[in-house]
């Protein structure tokens, strides 16, 4: 069946790791998105790429970073430079930005010890 | 930034009533989706409106589009406790490639 899969759901990190949330999707979709989502608030958009090899700054990309060397795969680095990363975090693709509906994945869930 | 906002923040109902959810958003749109999710899941998608169109159905539900007041609003006829869930606005605006979503109305139908 044809999805999106982040890994791990769930990932706790020692102060001043970095960590790595990984984001697959095999429905050949261009575009791909990373959020935050904070106890009882709303998405945030950190990342988005709309093709292989590049990607734009979404609202909150300070203290993180990602790649996108292929078109199924766009991993997310929570660095240590991200002060407060406890959160859940959202991965979602798109045939192409701004055609439609965009599918997710179940999102993995950081906490910092 | 989000780009859209809902109302209410949180709203509770017996089964078999109405739900009526807003949204109001900042600057000119391509589309206006809604989502839905349940705790600790991913967004699932709902229905998407374009800018040129007032109004959409999809089985229980309703969604309006008013672009001069730049707001929108869901119905959820007939409400059943397996509708209890969070419910987001997102929006693209024009110009760019993302999509923004508000902080969500959270839906309770009590049996």
């Known amino acids: 069946d044809g999805g999106i899969t982040q890994s791990p759901k769930y990932l706790f990190r020692k102060e001043g790791q970095n960590v790595t949330l990984s984001c697959e999707q095999n429905?050949?979709?261009?575009?791909m998105y990373w959020y935050r989502q904070d106890p009882g608030q709303g998405l945030r958009l950190i990342y988005y790429?709309?093709?292989?090899?590049?990607?734009q700054k979404g609202d909150i990309a300070e203290g993180y970073s990602v790649s996108r060397e292929k078109k199924e795969s766009f991993p997310l680095t929570v660095t240590s430079a991200q002060k407060n990363p406890t959160a859940f975090y959202l991965c979602?693709?798109?045939?192409?930005?701004?055609?439609?509906?965009?599918?997710f994945g179940e999102g993995s869930r950081l906490t910092v010890l | 930034s989000q780009q859209g906002e809902e109302d209410p923040q949180a709203l509770s109902i017996q089964e078999g009533e109405n739900a009526t959810m807003n949204c109001s958003y900042k600057?000119?749109?391509?589309?206006l989706q809604w989502y839905r999710q349940n705790s600790g899941r991913g967004l699932v998608h709902l229905i998407l409106?374009?800018?040129?169109?007032r109004e959409k159905h999809s089985g229980r539900l309703r969604v309006t589009l008013d672009t001069s007041k730049k707001s929108s609003s869901l119905l959820i006829t007939a409400s059943r406790a397996a509708d209890t869930a969070s419910y987001f606005c997102?929006?693209?605006?024009?110009?760019?490639?993302?999509?923004?979503f508000g902080a969500g109305t959270r839906l309770t139908v009590k049996p």
């Open positions: 790429s709309q093709i292989v090899n590049d990607f």
């Open positions: 429905l050949n979709h261009d575009a």
């Open positions: 979602a693709s798109t045939r192409q930005a701004n055609t439609g509906e965009l599918f």
């Open positions: 997102a929006t693209d605006a024009l110009g760019n490639n993302d999509m923004r």
């Open positions: 600057t000119s749109i391509n589309n």
């Open positions: 409106i374009r800018s040129n169109e």
